[in-house]
């Protein structure tokens, strides 16, 4: 082996050695780093509102906590209404799981009247089955364990901001304007996502429930926020949860026209809030391609589930600052954004692509 290759060589199988580490370590350290990120990213989306009361000298821990109680208070009555509806629909569990199966049977029926099939697999499925209901409500709550710990994570972040933002200027040399700037700029990307995010989320839900409610959905409220949470989630969040409702819809009535017209409808607000609220609201602060994106989503449901597959995206957004900011890692920066390059005169590129192999 060549001199000169041996320390390349050696420097990538460290840099793939030591993100593997930061995967395992990641996903090793979930239940700590999962309530954190989420603290630090709420922390960034609720400074303005505290930071408003503080200077209107309100004392800083009176100002958080005054806050958390404004926010924590709509997060419950918002909880207390899903969670009726939640109980309503887990009670209608036995009777959505016989229509599932009848309708099953039917449809089995007529396959093998028609292409002389064996419709006995129509009694092999069980989609509601206890033990998968038991491992939902057990992941449930783990999750409001964790959503315990993030309001004290909120209130801390916010209490010692000034100590942090010490720390990071005693970190850079010399006050090193580009680091500040960097915290800076990430500060406002976090706000900015996390606000727009929230804004979306809320008329996406209040149109959705509209029209939810006009279809005779039973649990209009309950499946309205769960398909504008599931929204947060770019392109499998959507497509799931419309299947999901839409299966749902298809159980519970006995014409073909209310489930595709929930799904029409579903296409008409996706494409609305594709078009024109997300553009409007969030505009193009968190500017990575679809394809950085959907990475995003697996290596963040791979390592922390779904609170991975929303908060990857907003961190890779992040990544991609941490990049521009260093000239070494810039084009990597740009691998990760949108700017997709102008290439003037495609005839000729073409042309001589298509000569050199025609040689």
Do not use: C
Not at 197 to 214: A, D, E, K, Q, R
């Amino acid at each position: 082996m060549n001199s000169l290759e041996y320390p390349k060589s050696q420097k990538i199988f460290f840099t793939l050695a030591s993100f593997v580490l930061i995967i395992w370590i990641m996903k090793a350290g979930a239940v700590i780093l999962v309530p954190l990120v989420w603290g630090a990213f709420f922390a960034f989306a609720l400074y303005p509102i505290a930071n408003w009361l503080e200077e209107r000298k309100i004392p800083r821990a009176l100002a958080i906590a005054l806050t958390l109680l404004m926010v924590t208070t709509l997060a419950v009555s918002v909880l207390y209404v899903l969670t009726d509806q939640v109980i309503g629909l887990i009670t209608d569990i036995p009777e959505i799981k016989t229509s599932f199966e009848t309708k099953i049977s039917s449809y089995f029926e007529q396959i093998e009247s028609l292409f002389g099939l064996d419709a006995s697999l129509a009694t092999d499925f069980d989609f509601f089955n206890q033990s998968n209901l038991e491992a939902t409500l057990l992941e449930t709550g783990k999750s409001l364990v964790l959503l315990g710990v993030i309001p004290l994570f909120i209130f801390l972040m916010l209490y010692y901001k000034d100590f942090f933002w010490e720390f990071l200027k005693k970190l850079s040399k010399n006050n090193e304007p580009p680091f500040l700037g960097f915290i800076k700029d990430s500060g406002s990307v976090i706000q900015s996502y996390l606000l727009g995010m929230l804004i979306v989320t809320g008329i996406v839900s209040l149109m959705s429930g509209i029209v939810f409610y006009f279809l005779g959905i039973k649990y209009f409220i309950l499946f309205a926020v769960f398909i504008a949470v599931m929204n947060l989630i770019p392109y499998v969040g959507v497509i799931l949860s419309s299947l999901l409702l839409v299966l749902y819809v298809l159980l519970t009535t006995d014409s073909l026209f209310y489930p595709l017209a929930t799904l029409l409808l579903l296409w008409l607000i996706q494409l609305i809030e594709n078009n024109l609220i997300t553009p409007v609201v969030v505009g193009a602060r968190v500017r990575v391609n679809a394809f950085a994106v959907i990475l995003a989503i697996l290596l963040g449901g791979f390592i922390w589930g779904v609170s991975g597959m929303i908060l990857f995206i907003p961190m890779t957004g992040l990544l991609k600052i941490i990049f521009e900011r260093i000239p070494s890692l810039a084009p990597y920066g740009y691998l990760l954004g949108d700017e997709y390059p102008v290439i003037e005169k495609h005839e000729n590129f073409f042309k001589r692509l298509f000569k050199r192999k025609a040689i």
